[in-house]
């Protein structure tokens, strides 16, 4: 069965001086276009948390092959979006990669990666993205049987919390370079990304 990817894209920018992280130009279109579209590669079924509040996010995936998730009041943090991700999953579902959608380098062969490595996992172990050194960061491959945990999250923890809890049922896959830890909150994070890129 096909992991699906839920990629969180509901947050407020609020770093970002009055603009939108997630509509910030990425390969010739917006960088929540440009992250969807990668998963969509992956042939895995795709899960976007939207804020309803954010029309021109919407209308930059509009007619793309994904599945809507609406969270009302994503300011009280970002549990609300990942439990919301979570309900809208199939009951049957057995694990899901959790992805930002502010992180522009994440690859369609990063998601296939992590499917791989979960179908070869026999412990069915959560799978933290790393750095090549072992940094940690994202995307996260989340078994089913954490799912009920996430559901009792609050505020704006994330799923920090429960990584901590299970330290030793997580393990960690490797990404080139520093995808995994790179994700872009500020007009400073952005201007330094696209100078190294042109470097």
């Known amino acids: 069965m096909n992991t699906p990817i839920l990629i969180l894209a509901a ?15 990425v390969a010739n279109m917006p960088l929540l276009r440009h992250v969807v579209l990668r998963a969509l590669q992956s042939g895995a079924p795709v899960y976007v948390v939207l804020d309803p509040n954010h029309p021109e996010r919407n209308a930059c995936i ?8 609406w969270v009302s009041h994503p300011e009280t943090g970002m ?9 809208a999953l199939p009951k049957d579902t057995r694990a899901v990669i959790v992805a930002l959608a502010d992180m522009p380098e994440i690859d369609t062969v990063d998601y296939t990666k992590l499917i791989s490595a979960h179908q070869a996992d026999l412990m069915k172990n959560i799978l ?19 799912f009920e945990e996430i559901l009792q999250l609050s505020g704006d923890e994330g799923a920090r919390s429960i990584l901590k809890r299970h330290t030793n049922k997580v393990s960690h896959v490797p990404l080139i370079d520093r995808r995994a830890t790179i994700d872009l909150d500020t007009p400073e994070d952005w201007n330094n ?7």
């Not at 509009?62 to 998730?69: H, M, P, S, W, Y």
């Not at 609300?80 to 979570?86: D, E, N, R, V």
């Not at 933290?128 to 954490?146: A, E, F, N």
Request: with cysteine; glycine share 10%.
């Open 128 to 146: 933290r993205c790393t750095t090549p050194s072992g940094k940690t960061g994202h995307p996260v491959l989340m078994p089913d049987w954490v």
């Open 193 to 199: 990304w696209r100078s190294r890129r042109q470097h």
């Open 11 to 25: 947050g407020a920018s609020s770093r970002m001086q009055g603009r939108d992280k997630l509509l910030e130009p």
């Open 79 to 87: 549990s609300q979006s990942l439990t919301a991700g979570i309900r």
């Open 62 to 69: 509009d007619g793309l092959a994904f599945q809507a998730v």
